[in-house]
């Protein structure tokens, strides 16, 4: 028995071992928001797991014995494999409950849409090569990060004091669902992440400074170490998108 099997034991935590995406050194933890996903939920959630970086080059024969045809992120739980991230997500919140570990799931549904599409509109903006068509894509990746900021600006409920006279304040949480993070979280900000460095890199683009929400919101994440930790290097993002994003012709 391992040190770390015998610890968990120990302590009645279940065994986890999360397989991540290696960076282009094979070893540190490469661009995959999916893996960072998972990786957050696990620290936010309080278990010891183990986390093994995976090589996709040089995958290891007992990883594709382990789980045959399928890359990272995925999760062995007790011995049992746990494969697709959107299942691996309920699977962990469903087994790891109050009131040893505390629950994610937003408290507000809008939590879980919101800036849905951003990643989608940042991926056909960043691989367009077509002059003609850039101007349109960056108004639409900005739509989408104005809906974002608006949701982030606009108060909860909580946050609100019925007896107040007036407009309504502005926000000032931290997170998509208040002040901690969530399950929501875990899924949208190694994306927004990935996009401001990309953006930024290969085409000189900044979210707006006057999208203030986007901003609280990214700068309160850089204060978590459940999102610093799990963070690839800017240099690994920049790589990774190294051939995926088009030169404007």
Not at 97 to 111: D, F, S
Not at 184 to 197: E, F, Q, S, T
């Amino acid at each position: 028995m391992s040190w770390y099997e015998s610890v968990v034991k120990q302590l009645g935590f279940p065994t986890i071992e999360l397989f991540v995406k290696a960076g282009s050194d094979g070893e540190s933890i490469g661009k995959c928001p999916f893996s960072q996903r998972l990786f957050m939920i696990l620290l936010l959630k309080g278990v010891i797991f183990n986390v093994t970086t995976v090589d996709l080059k040089r995958k290891p024969a007992d990883l594709q014995d382990l789980a045959p045809g399928t890359n990272p992120p995925f999760v062995t739980f007790n011995g049992e494999v746990k494969v697709d991230v959107n299942k691996i997500e309920e699977f962990l919140e469903e087994k790891l409950t109050p009131p040893r570990y505390p629950r994610l799931a937003p408290k507000h549904r809008e939590a879980n849409t919101a800036g849905i599409d951003v990643f989608a509109k940042f991926s056909a903006y960043i691989k367009n090569p077509r002059k003609d068509a850039n101007d349109a894509l960056e108004k639409a990746l900005l739509k989408s990060l104005q809906r974002l900021d608006d949701f982030l600006r606009t108060p909860l409920p909580e946050e609100i004091d019925a007896d107040a006279a007036g407009d309504l304040p502005e926000s000032s949480r931290s997170f998509l669902d208040g002040p901690e993070l969530s399950l929501a979280d875990c899924n949208l900000l190694p994306k927004l992440h990935i996009l401001k460095v990309v953006a930024q890199k290969y085409r000189g683009f900044e979210i707006p400074a006057e999208m203030t929400g986007v901003w609280r919101y990214l700068n309160c994440a850089y204060q978590r170490e459940e999102f610093t930790s799990t963070c690839p290097a800017e240099r690994e993002i920049e790589l990774a998108y190294l051939d995926v994003a088009k030169r404007i012709k």
